[in-house]
């Protein structure tokens, strides 16, 4: 199952890396993208993890979604 998300207040590497790592730990997830120009996070799962996981683990990176597809 693939999840689309725009992350805002991306700015750097650094950035895309403490969400992928984030998002990466959480039950369920296979793989994860991010695009810092778009901002868009990609999540593949296993059908484990839910919605509210990975926003969680986005905000937990310290930045926010601002929605979900």
Known sequence: MTSTYT?????CGHCVSSVSEEVGGVAGVTGVTVDLASG???VET???ADDAAI????????????GAS
Do not use: F
Not at 7 to 11: H, I, R, S
């Open 7 to 11: 992350v805002t207040g991306m700015t």
């Open 40 to 42: 868009l996070l990609t």
């Open 46 to 48: 296993d059908g484990g």
């Open 55 to 66: 926003v969680a683990a986005v905000r937990e990176a310290g930045y926010d979604v601002a």
